[in-house]
């Protein structure tokens, strides 16, 4: 299948050539099977929308969850670190990576003091997907990641903001004040605060193809208690079970994100001003050091 335009276009002096940028690669007959067993990454969208990577930067990616992100955005950067509290998570990561490209891992809490053992600064762009609502101190973490990217690196967060009771999260933010004084404290010099939503069309596509065929597998995955980490989730306890059904799973995603490339952009975005209400909202976050 073809795949999307680059998602972004940087100013560069008359005949220059263009800076490459990251997009979505098109995927070959073995990543069928060597690709990580994924969902269908919804939440790759967000990195695609609005988070313009050019090809030379290093990059960290908080959470990476089964792989599949790291496994198509290493070989297009020139540096990608993935940190994770779940070591066992990140010792198959290392495995079912090799030869992506120069990739670092680091285990650690990001809501710890200091940053994780081995990991060193210097980052052009951090993010994490899906992440953030699992962090013991929002506070602690922002100023790790601030401190881990240059001086002007840009931090994107995106993440469910539920109350206690509606979702699984550990933290929750009424209002964008909350979230701004966090960032300021963290020593962010400038930050955009917004809401995001499905386009209409993404929308009924992903809740047609996705979650209704998946609704009786998502009932599966529900437990009494609520993992904070990946290797906790229903999806990296039963992975050797679906490992059998991955080519499968993977011609039915490729087919949806042919599907969904033409109704790009997914996400309609809704600014958050001082004071917004933040909750039972997803929310994004666009940070600058």
């Not at 560069?12 to 690669?25: F, I, K, M, S, Y």
């Amino acid at each position: 299948m073809s795949a999307p335009p680059p998602i972004c276009v940087l100013p560069a002096p008359t005949a220059a050539p263009p800076v490459p940028c990251v997009r979505r690669l098109r995927p070959r007959w073995r990543d069928r099977h060597a690709a990580p067993l994924r969902d269908f990454p919804i939440r790759d969208e967000v990195l695609l929308q609005f988070l313009p990577l050019p090809s030379s930067s290093a990059v960290l990616e908080l959470g990476p969850g089964c792989g599949y992100t790291a496994y198509w955005l290493a070989p297009q950067v020139r540096r990608l670190a993935l940190v994770d509290i779940a070591a066992a998570a990140l010792g198959e990561l290392r495995q079912a990576l090799l030869g992506r490209g120069r990739i670092e891992y680091a285990v650690g809490d990001i809501s710890q003091p200091g940053s994780p053992a081995g990991l060193r600064g210097g980052f052009d762009a951090a993010f994490g997907l899906d992440v953030f609502e699992y962090v013991a101190d929002p506070g602690v973490a922002l100023r790790n990641l601030c401190g881990l990217l240059r001086s002007g690196g840009e931090l994107l967060l995106s993440f469910p903001n539920f109350p206690p009771g509606e979702g699984d999260g550990a933290i929750r933010f009424a209002t964008s004040d909350e979230l701004a004084d966090l960032l300021r404290q963290a020593g962010f010099s400038r930050w955009r605060i917004s809401t995001i939503r499905l386009r209409l069309g993404p929308r009924a596509l992903y809740a047609a193809a996705h979650e209704w065929p998946l609704f009786l597998l998502r009932q599966l995955r529900r437990s009494a208690g609520k993992p904070r980490s990946y290797d906790g989730t229903w999806a990296f306890q039963a992975r050797r079970h679906m490992a059998r059904l991955r080519p499968v799973l993977h011609l039915y995603w490729m087919a949806l994100d042919r599907l969904l490339a033409p109704l790009a952009p997914v996400f309609a975005v809704h600014p958050a001003p001082a004071g917004a209400a933040l909750l039972r909202r997803q929310v994004l976050v666009e940070a600058w050091k």
